[in-house]
T-cell receptor, first 111, second 113 residues
Framework: QKEVEQNSGPLSVPEGAIASLNCTYS??????FFWYRQYSGKSPELIMF????GDKEDGRFTAQLNKASQYVSLLIRDSQPSDSATYLC???????????FGSGTRLQVQP | EAQVTQNPRYLITVTGKKLTVTCSQN?????MSWYRQDPGLGLRQIYY???????DKGDVPEGYKVSRKEKRNFPLILESPSPNQTSLYFC????????????FGEGSRLTVL
C-alpha cells in the first residue's frame, strides 16, 4: 500500500465547474497536509496546506481534512483552463523530516 | 528575486561516468532536499539537510551522495550513474521548522545510457 494515494486521472471538468481532487494516506500519525500544483514541464508549487480537521478556504480553493478517515481533498470552484495541471497531495508523516508525495492527479479543464 | 537554481537542467550521460547536479538558493533556508520524480511513483526524497554539515538519507538514497558545506549549496553526486537513475530531479528548500512549504528548483532531467 502506498503511503499517499491519489487517482492519476485525468479528471476532466468543464470550465466554471467544481473540480474535486482526493487523496488518502496511511500514516495515522501524520500532522500536516499539503497540496502542490505542477504545470507540465514545471516544478511543483504550494497552493494550500491544512493541519486541522475541517475545511480551509483560500479564494477558489478549499482544502478538506478528515483525519479519522485519513482523507484529504482539494476543491477548486469556478475551474478555469489555467487550472489544468497535475495536483500533488503531500503529507508530513509523524516523526519524519520530509514530505511524502502522492503520484498526483492530472486535472483538465475544458473551455 | 528568491530563487532555487539547479544545474544542469538537462544532461545525457553514460553508465559509470560521475556527475554532479548543483543546487543553490538565495533564500537563506536551513532545510534543503533532493527529490526524484518518476511517472506513477511521484516525488521521492533522496537526501535532505537540516543545516550546514547535517545531512540524512531520504527514501531512495542508494547510488547518491550529497554534501552541505555552505548554507546556500546542496549538490547531488552520482558517483557511478546507472540507467535506473534516469529521472527528473528536483532540489527543494524550506525553513527548518516548517519543511512542508517547499520551494522547488526548475528541475534537472537526467538520462543515463
Amino acid at each position: 500500500q502506498k503511503e499517499v494515494e491519489q487517482n492519476s486521472g485525468p479528471l476532466s471538468v468543464p470550465e466554471g465547474a467544481i473540480a474535486s481532487l482526493n487523496c488518502t494516506y496511511s500514516d495515522r500519525g501524520s500532522q500536516s497536509f499539503f497540496w502542490y500544483r505542477q504545470y507540465s514541464g514545471k516544478s511543483p508549487e504550494l497552493i494550500m496546506f491544512i493541519y486541522s480537521n475541517g475545511d480551509k478556504e483560500d479564494g477558489r480553493f478549499t482544502a478538506q481534512l478528515n483525519k479519522a478517515s485519513q482523507y484529504v481533498s482539494l476543491l477548486i470552484r469556478d475551474s478555469q483552463p489555467s487550472d489544468s495541471a497535475t495536483y500533488l497531495c503531500a503529507v508530513k508523516p509523524g516523526g519524519r523530516r520530509a514530505l511524502t508525495f502522492g503520484s498526483g492527479t492530472r486535472l483538465q479543464v475544458q473551455p | 528575486e528568491a530563487q532555487v537554481t539547479q544545474n544542469p537542467r538537462y544532461l545525457i550521460t553514460v553508465t559509470g561516468k560521475k556527475l554532479t547536479v548543483t543546487c543553490s538558493q538565495n533564500m537563506n533556508h536551513e532545510y534543503m532536499s533532493w527529490y526524484r520524480q518518476d511517472p506513477g511513483l511521484g516525488l521521492r526524497q533522496i537526501y535532505y539537510s537540516m543545516n550546514v554539515e547535517v545531512t540524512d538519507k531520504g527514501d531512495v538514497p542508494e547510488g547518491y551522495k550529497v554534501s552541505r558545506k555552505e548554507k546556500r549549496n546542496f549538490p547531488l553526486i552520482l558517483e557511478s550513474p546507472s540507467p535506473n537513475q534516469t529521472s527528473l530531479y528536483f532540489c527543494a528548500t524550506g525553513l527548518a521548522g516548517d519543511f512542508g512549504e517547499l520551494f522547488f528548483g526548475e528541475g534537472s532531467r537526467l538520462t543515463v545510457l
